[in-house]
């Protein structure tokens, strides 16, 4: 199970001193929320700010592109040295060439799907897939009410993946926390994005401790 910190809801005023926090925490991957006010009703994370996150992370960066167009910035973000670039079924006319496009940049190649989009769509593509991003909540902004959906969501993509030879990891976003988080994993999902309930606790680093106890024991610490 990999837990994956998404900064959105962090104190941006703190941001230098949060990275590293999370760089020294158990954390696997460092998850990045791009919007651009267009295919989202908010927007977060220009090139200028993630390019400062980027010379001082030493997770993984995982980011979700909550943009349209996402074609045409495969290449910077390769250049900022993001290792999983995920862009939404929903945004993309040619999904395919767009997977294609991320994978020969070097990248593992995502795909997300609003609560509404069934995940059978991907049928024709799985194979192609390294993750699938399940969103638990609308995109567009953090501490949002957990979509029990969902659950079922994952439980049909893990069954579907199931059938191939190089499965896609499963990554869930979206009103996680300890009790949510473990409902996915149970369900099939490899990785959990978590926001809220890292960033308003007192401590991240506790937090994240606690949730990876917890998650890879089975149970509640």
């Not at 995920?86 to 995502?110: F, Q, S, W």
Request: proline share 6%; with cysteine.
């Amino acid at each position: 199970m990999l837990l994956a910190p998404s900064i959105l809801t962090a104190d941006f005023l703190r941001l230098g001193e949060i990275i590293e926090i999370l760089n020294d925490s158990e954390a696997d991957w460092l998850h990045l929320d791009v919007m651009d006010g267009v295919f989202v009703p908010n927007l977060s994370l220009g090139f200028p700010v993630l390019q400062s996150i980027a010379k001082i992370a030493t997770k993984p960066m995982d980011a979700h592109l909550m943009i349209v167009e996402p074609q045409k910035f495969i290449h910077p973000f390769r250049d900022l040295g993001v290792q999983v670039l995920t862009v939404h079924y929903e945004a993309c006319t040619h999904l395919h060439g767009t997977v294609m496009k991320i994978k020969e940049a070097g990248m593992k190649a995502g795909v997300a799907l609003n609560p509404h989009t069934p995940v059978e769509l991907l049928t024709d593509i799985l194979d192609e897939l390294d993750v699938v991003l399940i969103m638990s909540v609308n995109p567009g902004f953090g501490g949002q009410k957990f979509i029990p959906h969902a659950v079922d969501k994952v439980r049909r993509l893990k069954s579907m993946t199931g059938l191939n030879q190089r499965p896609a990891l499963i990554e869930v976003d979206g009103g996680i926390n300890l009790e949510t988080g473990k409902q996915m994993i149970d369900a099939g999902a490899g990785i959990l994005v978590v926001g809220n309930s890292i960033f308003q606790t007192g401590s991240p680093k506790e937090m994240i401790e606690k949730m990876k106890f917890a998650w890879s024991s089975g149970g509640n610490p």
